[in-house]
T-cell receptor, first 114, second 110 residues
């Protein structure tokens, strides 16, 4: 149980385009979803926390207009990287949580901006 | 602010030995602490959670300790196997969010 699906797993696109990443909890309802970013050999850095039906809470230094988060249902959250540039290239990982249970992670999306 | 330090970036041990990984934090003690496993190109997988009032937690070959006086958690894998090779992350509860350490990359050699 507690499966989180993240799609796509890998995307390459040109600078200036927008990219949408989906995160779904397949067998449970997630009251909270989290979005992280991870650079090679570094820790997961929390970008934002979202609760279903409300606006996401962004961490300091994360531009909310650049990283748009939508959490329209208890099983789906999306992250859209708008007008992506090479410095946005990274490994993006989502996680889903219900109540005070441990977070369950997706397998991540490797984003490469050319 | 809270700093989380995992003792070493990499740890190499021989198959069958016990691997011990360390997680230290610098500020307040969290309500709970978690350990995750992460394989290359994959998301972290939850392993164990230990609360501040618990000294030790076990799950099969895994054991976690939590010392709030030392501000430290130890993660042990007994009878290690090459399949245990991965990066292990500790994570601390912080204002209802989680903060992760940079991880320790464990390699178990046959």
């Amino acid at each position: 149980g507690a499966v989180v699906s993240q799609h796509p797993s890998w995307v390459i696109c040109k600078s200036g385009t927008s990219v949408k990443i989906e995160c779904r909890s397949l067998d449970f309802q997630a009251t909270t979803m989290f979005w992280y970013r991870q650079f090679p050999k570094q820790s997961l850095m929390l970008m934002a926390t979202s609760n279903e039906g409300s606006k996401a809470t962004y961490e300091q230094g994360v531009e909310k207009d650049k990283f748009l988060i939508n959490h329209a249902s208890l099983t789906l959250s999306t992250l859209t990287v708008t007008s992506a540039h090479p410095e946005d290239s990274s490994f993006y990982i989502c996680s889903a949580q219900t109540g005070d249970q441990p977070q369950h992670f997706g397998d991540g999306t490797r984003l490469s901006i050319l | 602010s809270q700093k989380i330090e995992q003792n070493s970036e990499a740890l190499n041990i021989q198959e069958g030995k016990t691997a011990t990984l360390t997680c230290n934090y610098t500020n307040y003690s969290p309500a709970y602490l978690q350990w995750y496993r992460q394989d290359p190109g994959r998301g972290p997988v939850f392993l164990l959670l230990i609360r501040e009032n618990e000294k030790e937690k076990r799950k099969e070959r895994l054991k976690v300790t939590f010392d709030t006086t030392l501000k430290q958690s130890l993660f042990h894998i007994t009878a290690s196997q090459p399949a245990d090779s991965a990066t292990y992350l500790c994570a601390l509860e912080y204002n209802n969010d989680m903060r992760f350490g940079a991880g320790t990359r464990l390699t178990v050699k046959p």
